[in-house]
């Protein structure tokens, strides 16, 4: 496995204003305080889509089956790509009131929590559950600083992901393999518009779907290399490969949806698979909701790496923190061991579309997309996701997410990489 995930945090990663404020708070109850609640968990996430609900049952009955007795509330938050629940976090992040165990993701994202002193050293769970050597080293390393790590993962995702309804593209005569290019793929649009069928699924609904298709469009144009040469600043923002990904996003923008700016994320992944549209590149969550929709693997749809990404996966990891100060503090370091756990990992990835986190877990009664996705991700080149705040910081992220939104409608290539580089200025 060519890993290319950072070893450390950045020290210069910002702490987000609201975060500060928290950093000493007052106000939030000891762990495991007494009162009516002393015997429940609070566990806060974005899932709420068919696949991720069922994904997270999955986690809640493992810690349920060890922990009988327990009321496990589901603080989940609607709105793809975390947004909405970020912001209903942070609020409670300021007013002191931290769910019990909440997600984020690694590198860049956990790293704001982990310098404002809200999160738990969660060393115990790793030596009791062996988690350092049955996790890559290097994804323990981007949820850790100073030796000590911080979050414990459930799964990998892969973002660079382009999914295809089998019989719309055989019906255009298009045929998409990984060794198809990114103009090629241009072409398969003008190819699937010329039959009157849709070419592109987009939830332009959510801010994040967008972004991932020029992320992934990115990749493309940079290679791995050159991927980490621009999220570490070594390459400007305004380097030609970024124009030129820019203005092929700005060529395949027309090819949408025309109904996009009303989808979320999954709802488009829907429209996939009742075949209203042809193409969605998007991360492998979109595999679950796909099976979850009844569409069956390689014979209602098929999957290629992002073109021009073969052999690069970008990471998008599950990763649960556990509140420094959890009213139920206990409780939740239960949580990040049994969540750790093999038998739970299996569970959760079945329904979420992801990669067991474990290199331990056995992978052979997971069905054809996830094996291979696991093969990729123990073997190809490993970059960390900007759209889901890994590779860089939540405050670049924003201005990405606000630098596409404005790149959809106006397709000014130039003015959008110059929006990127003075955010990356910062």
């Not at 947004?83 to 019990?100: E, H, I, M």
């Not at 809200?118 to 949820?143: F, G, H, K």
């Not at 799964?155 to 382009?162: E, K, T």
């Not at 198809?180 to 801010?207: H, M, S």
Request: aromatic share 8%.
């Amino acid at each position: 496995m060519k890993h290319r995930i950072p070893r450390y945090l950045s020290a210069a990663t910002a702490v987000a204003a609201l975060l500060t404020v928290s950093a000493c708070g007052g106000g939030s109850k000891p762990a495991g305080s007494g009162g009516s609640d002393a015997k429940q968990l609070e566990v806060f996430s974005w899932w709420t889509s068919g696949s991720e609900d069922a994904a997270l049952k999955e986690l809640i009955a493992g810690f349920k089956k060890d922990n009988p007795g327990v009321k496990v509330v589901n603080g989940a938050v609607a709105g793809g790509g975390g947004g909405n629940a970020q912001a209903v976090l942070q609020t409670r992040l300021q007013g002191s009131n931290p769910p019990d165990t909440w997600q984020t993701h690694p590198g860049a994202a956990i790293g704001e929590y982990i310098n404002s002193h809200l999160v738990a050293d969660l060393s115990s769970v790793y030596e009791q559950d062996s988690l350092n050597s049955a996790i890559p080293r290097e994804l323990v390393t981007s949820v850790s600083k100073d030796g000590k790590p911080y979050g414990v993962s459930t799964g990998a995702h892969r973002g660079n992901v382009l999914w295809f309804n089998k019989k719309l593209t055989a019906q255009a005569g298009v045929e998409l393999t990984a060794s198809t290019t990114p103009d090629q793929l241009v072409d398969a649009f003008t190819e699937l518009k010329a039959k009157g069928i849709t070419p592109l699924c987009l939830g332009g609904k959510d801010a994040f779907a967008a972004a991932e298709l020029f992320e992934n469009i990115l990749l493309g144009a940079l290679g791995p290399n050159g991927w980490d040469s621009l999220t570490s600043g070594n390459t400007d923002w305004d380097d030609a490969k970024v124009k030129q990904a820019a203005k092929l996003f700005a060529k395949m923008l027309p090819y949408a949806d025309p109904d996009a700016s009303a989808l979320s994320w999954d709802q488009a992944t829907k429209r996939l698979a009742s075949g209203d549209c042809a193409v969605e590149s998007m991360g492998d969550w979109a595999y679950g909701e796909l099976v979850k929709d009844g569409a069956k693997d390689g014979t209602d749809f098929g999957y290629i790496p992002q073109p021009g990404t073969k052999g690069t996966f970008v990471t998008v990891v599950d990763t649960f923190v556990v509140a420094e100060n959890a009213k139920h503090k206990e409780l939740a370091l239960k949580w990040a061991s049994v969540i750790s756990s093999p038998e739970v990992q299996l569970a959760f990835s079945k329904d979420k579309g992801s990669t067991p986190i474990r290199g331990d877990v056995p992978t052979d009664s997971l069905p054809a997309y996830q094996q291979q996705a696991a093969k990729s991700f123990r073997g190809d080149s490993l970059v960390q996701s900007i759209v889901h705040g890994e590779a860089m910081s939540p405050q670049f992220q924003q201005s990405f997410y606000d630098a596409v939104t404005q790149f959809v409608q106006s397709k000014d290539a130039d003015s959008f990489v110059q929006a990127l580089a003075t955010a990356a200025k910062g």
